[in-house]
């Protein structure tokens, strides 16, 4: 035991300079090496398992720091960390054979507990979906997705319900600094309410607005799901996380899922937020817009369907659904200034796009951020002429 331990120091402590001298995982004396530390950082646990699996991803090891993140997964399901790392390890596929990538997207990435291990073509899809709304009854509060690279699932524990206010206050508080006080709309930080049910969510909702409000009407996941089915790229995870959503009965959705090659890749769903302002409270709900060409046709369905928002243009935000108040105003802006952002994504601004939601990830999210980006005078011109016209005029 005590050799297998002193194997182990070893190893974590030489793994970054062995990348640094040059060294690349597949050699045998290496392998070797891992191997020893792997079996004593067992022995001792998921802490050591954890640690030695970040050593391994920070040097650039990403088969071995997989086989650690899995093993602390097999220990500890819902370690958030290991969940996170190993996410992160997926996606550099650059280490993965097609076929290997294939199925760790389809079924190790997945959320597997709710289709009993399968991974469901979608001519089965709906049907297990349906099943899978109607067993969870709609009384979860809320998730949060943001591709591979940010994923958290929130279950309403403090931790996670603190965790969620804090990216949402950061992001929304660093729009209000910048765009916010060019126009004239509130300087303070927005507060973030997260529902414990359903219930909560409309009976909040209600008070809010004046109106009756449902869930379901609301949010759709099987609206969103039944196109999802034809995004060229990274379909296959988004849809097992709809699935997901569905049967924990999400009442919100944040983000953009990219795809496992190492792209952002929009996989034609964007989504807005609903605002409604009451006392020092706000609560935001999910929606969800395709704006994928190949998904035209489909949308254009499903909104005579009345199944979804049919505005699909800036000039739109100021149909009925978002009336002149300045609540509502600050709700289209704030959609717009998502939707902006996650266009700029497609190309240069992905760095600094990512580096911003890391910074609200740790906590850190401010006006500095988005300050840094390449372009942002271009934002900062192209988009404030536009949140001025929602900006109703003093009398």
Not at 15 to 26: L, T
Not at 56 to 68: D, L, P, Q, S
Request: proline residues 6%.
């Amino acid at each position: 035991m005590r050799c297998l331990s002193i194997l182990f120091v070893t190893f974590v402590l030489l793994a970054p300079s062995a990348v640094r001298a040059g060294g690349r995982p597949g050699n045998a004396e290496f392998i070797k090496g891992f191997e020893a530390a792997f079996a004593a950082a067992k022995e001792k646990g998921a802490s050591k398992l954890s640690a030695l699996g970040e050593r391994c991803y920070a040097a650039g090891f990403w088969r071995e720091a997989r086989k650690c993140f899995e093993a602390v997964l097999a220990e500890k399901p819902d370690d958030r960390l290991a969940n996170t790392r190993l996410g992160r390890v997926y996606y550099r596929k650059k280490w993965m054979e097609p076929a290997e990538r294939d199925r760790l997207l389809r079924e190790e990435n997945a959320p597997r507990r709710l289709l009993g291990g399968k991974f469901l073509p979608p001519a089965e899809y709906d049907k297990a979906l349906a099943a899978a709304r109607a067993k969870a009854g709609w009384d979860f509060d809320f998730f949060f997705a943001l591709g591979p690279r940010f994923r958290l699932y929130f279950k309403g524990e403090e931790d996670d319900a603190w965790s969620v206010r804090r990216l949402l206050e950061s992001f929304f508080h660093a729009w209000e600094m910048e765009f916010g006080k060019k126009v004239g709309l509130p300087r303070d930080p927005l507060p973030v309410h997260v529902f414990d049910s359903r219930a909560a969510m409309e009976a909040f909702v209600g008070r809010a607005t004046g109106q009756a409000v449902s869930a379901p009407a609301i949010f759709d996941p099987r609206t969103a799901a039944a196109y999802t089915y034809y995004t060229p790229k990274g379909g296959d995870f988004c849809r097992d996380m709809i699935v997901e959503a569905a049967a924990r009965g999400v009442m919100g959705l944040l983000g953009n899922n990219g795809n496992f090659a190492g792209e952002w890749v929009h996989i034609g769903l964007v989504y807005y937020f609903r605002l409604a302002r009451t006392g020092d409270e706000t609560v935001f709900i999910g929606a969800w817009r395709p704006y994928h060409p190949d998904l035209a046709g489909i949308a254009a369905r499903l909104a005579r369907e009345g199944s979804l928002p049919a505005p699909d243009s800036f000039a739109s935000l100021s149909a009925p659904a978002f009336s002149n108040d300045p609540g509502d105003t600050l709700r289209a802006a704030s959609w717009a200034l998502i939707y902006y952002l996650n266009h700029a994504g497609q190309g240069r601004w992905k760095a600094d796009f990512h580096a911003f939601l890391k910074g609200a990830m740790k906590g850190r999210a401010s006006y500095k951020f988005l300050k840094k980006m390449k372009r942002w005078k271009e934002i900062e011109k192209g988009f404030a002429p536009f949140v001025r016209s929602l900006t109703p005029e003093e009398e």
